[in-house]
């Protein structure tokens, strides 16, 4: 485990030794004495948080407030809308690509758009349990196998999205943001509205918004880096550095300089090595093809 000091906060951090089973899951740890005021930065994944401590963690968000293991939506805190605090927090926290999150949670990722659901609503007594199960174990690394084995298990008897739509979200990712959704649509052989409302409905975001989603968290990433504004504009596929400062307060409510700054973007590096948003199932061009060639066959 090691130690994150960024200003005033000063978390513990642990990260599992091996992967995932599940392409598209990347797993955190973490414990936190005082947990004071944290913006939660818009990130291109459904955030899943598995709270087990004596604490517990307390996210304040335009809809309410939640507290304990919640699950948020891709994206969710736009605006500077959700805030997390608490005491004595330790929890596993998990990022899953969209394109596994429904069948992981069997639930549809339409309905957690912009949204923060308590686990228990979702998942009923088994988030009571896995709760339990992960508070009776010492190892972090046992948290995590535990983690994985339970998403692997709910993964398995969940149903896929599209491939289509896979390979469109890895299309997104791969090129961070700097692509044309048109062009996305003519590639899979479908039109761009059949594109828009399979993509809305299997992740759970336009891809319009998924584009300006994963380009700005990898502007804000590097802002953190200590790149300059304009730099980061001028290479981010930005019309200006004015087209850069309008989408961060979009986002988060803040500037590109108290951006650069965030606590929850600046513990990535420990927390979440080599994933960010780049921690996706990966489709294929032959299954994508294979796929295309079934669509249009025609009937005997």
Known sequence: MRTFVHGAAVWEVACPQRPSRVAGVAMAG???GDLDALRMVPHPA??????????????DHAAGRQQGSVVAGPGVGSGGALWARGENVECVQVRLSPVIAGAVLDASPADLDGAVVALD???GREASRIRERLSEVSSWQDRFALTDALLARRYAAGSPVDP????AWDRIVSARGLVRVDEMAAEVGWSRKRLWSRFRSQLGLPPKRAVK???FDHA??????GEGAARVAADGGYADQ????RDVVAFTGATPATVAGEPFLAVDHLAWPGHGTRARP???RDLLSSRRAEVRRPPL
């Open 46 to 59: 459904v955030t899943l948080l598995l709270d087990f401590g004596t604490g517990s963690p307390v996210l």
């Open 213 to 215: 989603l994963v380009r």
């Open 242 to 245: 004015s087209h850069l400062h």
């Open 30 to 32: 973490f414990r936190v």
């Open 220 to 225: 804000a990433h590097r802002l953190v880096a």
């Open 121 to 123: 609503d979702l998942w």
């Open 164 to 167: 289509e739509v896979a390979w």
């Open 282 to 284: 990966h489709v294929s």
